[in-house]
């Protein structure tokens, strides 16, 4: 299945593309070849058993936001502004772009370029473009905190995991911009903080690791990288209390904050939380810098429980590529 504006292909839109394969060829493995282009759509995709391969470049651009208001006139809230959302399993996205290009600023508030609500997903050079919270890796934790629901796109599927790998991708934002709850691999990734419209501190990621998942976030050899200017950025903060997060043999740039980690304002967070840094440079040192209920280590772990074949036992999804 080709999508672009060529005469031969089969269709000009992505979504009308993925309609049709949801209709029609339901447990089947499907490829959709996107020409490229920049699509101006949002994207919503239920099916499993898929691959999207990007052809030359590719991006898909979108720009709803948490404060814009629905037919009803009721904010649509986070989890109604995703420029591509995936609910499906078995899944192999690469060399696409998703932008959400609202921007930022209290008129904004949230803004997703993806929503990740699926299980072994593999994400291969891709970039995913936004401010405040670019890039959400379900589950939703059990209930909110400051509503009586989430809202947002309707769930038609609740996985029994949420396994996903991202290879050589590019992930750009402000505040809490890689969060949720799934067992997530970045391998070899760029990680670039944006300046926030308020120059206040940010926030790389805001994991919401269930209770008793084994692993949360894992970040092996990546780059973090910043916005000129761009300073006082921590690797991370808890969107519930049990989040787990580890960067393993990853290059940090000057913008990361001494201290590390945030309790985002809760001090019961630093009992529950698992944050790791390994393979640092002059770790005796940063550890006096770092707060002091994450661990930092000279050394990758001994038992290398954090390379994917362990992440990912059980299953060879992280090895697929096209088929």
């Known amino acids: 299945m080709i999508v672009g504006q060529e005469s031969f292909c089969h269709f000009r839109t992505i979504q009308a593309a993925i309609d049709f394969l949801e209709r029609y060829t339901a447990g089947t ?3 959709l070849y996107i020409l490229s282009g920049v699509y101006e759509e949002n994207v919503l995709i239920y099916r499993s058993h898929l691959r999207i391969i990007g052809l030359g470049y590719v991006e ?8 814009e208001l629905d037919e009803r006139g009721e904010r649509i809230e986070t989890f109604g502004t995703p420029t591509l959302f995936l609910g499906g399993s078995d899944l192999v996205v690469e060399n696409i772009v998703v932008t959400n290009t609202a921007g930022q600023g209290p008129d904004i508030g949230q803004a997703l370029a993806v ?49 996903q790998l991202y290879e050589n991708c590019y992930i750009e934002g402000t505040v809490d911009f890689i969060f949720g709850g799934a067992t997530a691999y970045f391998d070899t990734c760029e990680l670039r903080s944006l300046r926030h419209y308020e120059d206040q501190a940010g926030y790389i990621t ?27 950025v921590y690797l991370g903060r808890p969107w519930r209390e049990y989040a787990k997060t580890a960067y393993v043999n990853c290059i ?27 393979g640092v440079r002059h770790a005796e040192v940063l550890r006096y810098q770092r707060v002091p209920w994450a661990g930092i280590y000279e050394n990758e772990p001994e038992s290398k429980s954090l390379r994917k074949e362990q992440v990912f036992a059980g299953t060879d999804f992280w090895q697929r590529k096209e088929e």
């Open 60 to 67: 898909i651009a979108g720009r709803r936001y948490a404060q």
């Open 206 to 232: 805001a994991a919401s690791t269930p209770a008793g998942q084994e692993h949360g976030y894992v970040f092996h050899r990546c780059f973090l990288t910043a916005a000129p200017g761009v300073a006082d």
């Open 115 to 163: 929503y990740a609500h699926c299980d072994l997903a593999v994400f291969r050079n891709c970039s995913f473009k936004a401010h405040q919270d670019t890039l959400f890796t379900g589950p939703l934790p059990p209930a909110p905190r400051e509503r009586a629901e989430f809202g947002g796109i309707p769930l038609r599927e609740r996985h029994a995991h949420y396994r």
């Open 29 to 31: 493995i499907q490829t």
């Open 252 to 278: 940090l740039g000057d913008h990361i904050h001494p201290l590390g980690w945030d309790n985002w304002n809760d001090l019961a967070n630093q009992a529950s939380v698992r944050y790791e840094e390994y």
